[in-house]
């Protein structure tokens, strides 16, 4: 029954959504909240199902005894310190909308960068009709995997993961993905052990935001008491899953292949010099604030 629904009563006319946003944005800035005035609009914006360009229109309609329930469910998860992605249940990464819960990372701006560069990857490869085999290598959500695949319709894309939880989310993800979800195969497993042995050496592009923190590395509450902790944290000194992707990357991908990963800052230039101890051709990329994020690495012919 939507908010609109005859059968649930409004509040007598009394309350409108622009003084619950209002509401919203006082409790949010009483709790020390980074960006209150975002997150409540946000808020109204899911609760009232109002796309951006129609929130000013929404906000001086009545609220309805559901609108107001709901509103305030999120506002106490949000005031409580929750992850506005986790709260209102979906995050946009470049054109894709996602689902996202506390199974699965956030979806981030540098990731969004990961993505272009993969994506610069696979049309290199592109062309007369050329299918470009991708991996997603711990997909999470699905961000990577399923951004190439959208926008890349040469792309056949492998997504995996360990954690069966994520893959849930992947796979609902993947429900809304429209055409391009033929073009996807979601598997299970750790790295490069949950790939069918048929793209054994033929990786046309192998993509990864893996876990790259240490395990007694400090995180923001917001993100070590939120996120699921096995997707962050790699081990005891933080670049170990980085390490069993750059082993395995050479029997895997295909000549002429390139493999794109995002990593910490410090981790970038130790991880180029990797791949080009191994006789790949290695170069660091920024993130969107300048920060060394990613690398990308190209198998000679």
């Not at 914006?45 to 929130?55: D, H, I, K, Q, R």
């Not at 991708?134 to 995996?160: M, P």
């Amino acid at each position: 029954m939507s908010d609109d629904d005859p059968e649930v009563a409004d509040l007598g006319g009394t309350v409108t959504w622009s003084e619950l946003l209002a509401e919203a944005t006082t409790r949010f800035e009483r709790a020390g909240l980074e960006s209150p005035a975002t997150d409540a609009r946000r808020i109204v914006e899911e609760v009232t199902g109002s796309e951006p360009s129609e929130f000013h229109r929404a906000l001086n309609t009545a609220a309805t005894v559901r609108g107001v329930a709901s509103f305030d469910r999120l506002v106490a998860r949000r005031e409580g310190g929750e992850p506005l992605q986790y709260v209102v249940g979906r995050w946009g990464f470049r054109h894709l909308d996602l689902m996202v819960d506390r199974r699965v990372l956030i979806p981030r701006p540098e990731t969004e960068v990961v993505a272009g560069l993969a994506i610069e990857e696979v049309v290199a490869r592109s062309g007369a009709g050329r299918e470009v085999v991708v991996a997603d290598l711990g997909t999470g959500s699905g961000a990577l995997g399923f951004a190439i695949a959208t926008e890349c319709a040469a792309a056949r894309v492998l997504a995996t993961d360990r954690s069966l939880d994520a893959l849930a989310v992947a796979r609902a993800n993947l429900a809304g993905l429209g055409r391009a979800a033929g073009r996807v195969s979601l598997h299970e497993g750790s790295w490069f052990d949950a790939l069918p042995m048929s793209v054994r050496g033929a990786i046309d592009v192998l993509v990864s935001n893996p876990p790259y923190i240490g395990d007694d590395e400090e995180l923001p509450a917001v993100v070590g008491e939120w996120e699921p902790s096995e997707a962050l944290r790699a081990g005891p000194v933080g670049d170990e899953d980085l390490q069993t992707i750059l082993d395995g990357a050479d029997e895997w991908v295909a000549p002429g292949g390139a493999v794109v990963l995002e990593m910490a800052p410090d981790q970038t230039a130790l991880i180029a010099d990797r791949f080009r101890a191994a006789g790949w051709q290695a170069s660091i990329h920024g993130d969107l604030a300048g920060r060394d994020r990613a690398v990308v690495a190209r198998k000679r012919d």
